[in-house]
C-alpha cells in the first residue's frame, strides 16, 4: 500500500498535535531497581562481549545508558524529549532527538536494542518494531517492557499511551516482526494507587535463513 500525498499530509499533521504529549523523564528509584533487576536477567540471557552497540530506545535521563556505560557498551540513546537529550549529552552520553519509529540509522547498525517503556507512546507498534528488527543485526537482541493494562495505576488512561498492549497481543506482533521470544516475565509491585504489573520481553532476531 502506498499513501498519497494527502494521506502523508493527514499523518503528519497528526503527529505534530501529539507532539507535546512528551514529558521528560526524571530518574526515580522505582525504575532504577527496576532497571537494574531486568537488565542483569537480559544479560544473562544474551551475553553480549563488551563494546557491543546498544540502543536505547527512549532512553530518559540516562537510567539504561549508565548501566551500558559501566559494561563497556557502544551505546547510542534516543528521546522525543529535548530536556531528556540535553541532560544525557551533558553526561556524555550520544543521545539524539529521534522518533522511535524513524529510525535514522543503517540496517543492522545494533547487537541489541534495548526498550523500556517507550513501545506503548507509539501510535503504530507493529511498524516500530519492524524498525528494531530493522537495525539489529541477524541474531541480535531486544528487550521490551511496557505497562500492563487495567492493574490500579490504568496505564491506559495515561495521555500518552497509546498502545497498552496484553502480553499475548504484545508477543504476538514481536514474533511477527522477524523476532524468537525467548522469555516472558512479569514485573509485579504496589504504588500507592494499589497493585501494579509490567511485562518483560526478551528476544532475538532471526538469524539469515532461520
Request: charged share 20%; hydrophobic share 40%; with cysteine.
Amino acid at each position: 500500500m502506498q499513501l498519497a500525498p494527502g494521506h502523508v499530509a493527514q499523518l503528519e499533521a497528526f503527529l505534530e498535535r501529539i507532539a507535546n504529549d512528551t514529558y521528560p523523564e526524571t530518574p526515580s528509584g522505582l525504575h532504577d531497581e527496576i532497571t537494574e533487576q531486568v537488565m542483569e536477567r537480559f544479560w544473562q540471557t544474551c551475553r553480549l562481549p563488551a563494546a557491543s552497540r546498544v540502543l536505547d530506545v527512549g532512553c530518559g535521563q540516562g537510567v539504561a545508558l549508565k548501566r551500558f556505560a559501566a559494561r563497556s557498551m557502544n551505546a547510542t540513546g534516543i528521546t522525543l524529549n529535548m530536556i531528556d537529550v540535553t541532560e544525557c549529552q551533558s553526561q556524555g552520553y550520544d543521545v539524539r532527538h529521534m522518533d522511535q519509529s524513524f529510525l535514522d540509522f543503517d540496517d543492522a547498525s545494533f547487537d541489541a536494542v534495548w526498550c523500556r517503556h517507550c513501545l506503548e507512546h507509539s501510535i503504530y507498534p507493529y511498524f516500530t518494531l519492524s524498525q528494531f528488527a530493522r537495525v539489529l543485526r541477524p541474531g541480535g537482541w531486544l528487550y521490551i517492557e511496557v505497562p500492563a493494562p487495567d492493574t490500579a495505576c490504568q496505564h491506559q488512561t495515561n495521555g500518552n499511551h497509546y498502545s497498552v498492549l496484553g502480553k499475548s497481543m504484545l508477543g504476538s506482533l514481536i514474533t511477527r516482526s522477524g523476532f524468537n521470544v525467548v522469555d516472558v516475565f512479569d514485573i509485579d509491585f504496589s504504588v500507592p494507587a494499589g497493585p501494579d504489573r509490567y511485562s518483560g520481553f526478551i528476544a532475538q532476531k532471526a538469524q539469515v535463513g532461520g
